[in-house]
């Protein structure tokens, strides 16, 4: 009978400490979520209710995202509220973005390096640009839209996001082939999602890549979505199988 309540007691030791140290490894990781051209916070607040609900930590970020150039949304709108919402400089901040998100984010790792990041998730990311911006990114009414920093989203060489050069994190990125805009997608070469190709979605230095049949708008509400950037949170890849890395 003793033995048997002692295997008991250290099974469950085993297991309590087990439990202990996942809770611990997901409540000190440190999300902050970016939204895309032209919405808001709320466009991710499924997502960000998700991830509290596997005890992560988040920060929705709201910034102007019309208003200002990149550069300007990032050092003084962004990086501010990261600050507030993470102040401990010495954690590694985990990313999840959408679209612009994804920009600011490798314009803040240009021009912060003492942000220590952790593990970025892009989500449909215009990391060459977009040819939308091309055709009618001087158009009064497409500036009235989308503000400075949508004309910086071009694919010209000397286009912003094409400057900022290779992944200096760890990244994976997730980007979409289903179009619910048939007159923007006449714009873009290949297969894309309605305002960014596949191509341009890609980064060099990327550690993971996934293509999902989900249109631009709505790929951070996708569960499928949220089942990727859980595992890469995790893993660093979006499949916790090793064979399974990738699907480019």
Not at 35 to 48: D, F
Not at 133 to 144: A, P, R
Not at 184 to 208: P, Y
């Amino acid at each position: 009978m003793i033995q048997k309540l002692a295997v008991i007691l250290l099974t469950w030791s085993i297991f309590a400490n087990f439990l202990e140290a996942t809770t611990d490894s997901t409540q000190t990781q440190q999300v902050v979520l970016l939204h895309g051209l032209a919405r808001s916070a709320a466009s991710m607040n499924p997502l960000a209710e998700h991830l509290r609900g596997l005890s992560y930590k988040i920060c929705n970020v709201a910034y102007p995202s019309t208003e200002h150039p990149i550069a300007v949304l990032a050092t003084d709108y962004v990086l501010p509220s990261i600050r507030r919402c993470f102040p401990d400089a010495e954690k590694p901040i985990n990313f999840v973005t959408h679209s612009l998100g994804g920009i600011i984010t490798r314009q803040l790792a240009r021009s912060n390096p003492e942000l220590k990041f952790g593990r970025v998730v892009m989500l449909a990311p215009p990391n060459h640009g977009s040819e939308i911006v091309d055709k009618l990114g001087e158009l009064w009414l497409f500036q009235m839209i989308n503000g400075p920093s949508g004309t910086e989203l071009g694919t010209n060489p000397e286009s912003l996001p094409n400057r900022l050069g290779p992944a200096q994190f760890e990244v994976g990125i997730i980007t979409g082939n289903f179009s619910i805009n048939w007159i923007l997608s006449a714009m873009i070469e290949g297969t894309d999602d309605g305002k960014v190709s596949i191509e341009s979605a890609k980064l060099d230095g990327m550690s993971d890549f996934r293509v999902v049949s989900v249109s631009h708008p709505f790929i951070m509400k996708d569960h499928e979505v949220w089942r990727f950037i859980v595992n890469f949170l995790t893993y660093g890849a979006f499949s916790e199988n090793i064979n399974d890395r990738s699907n480019d």
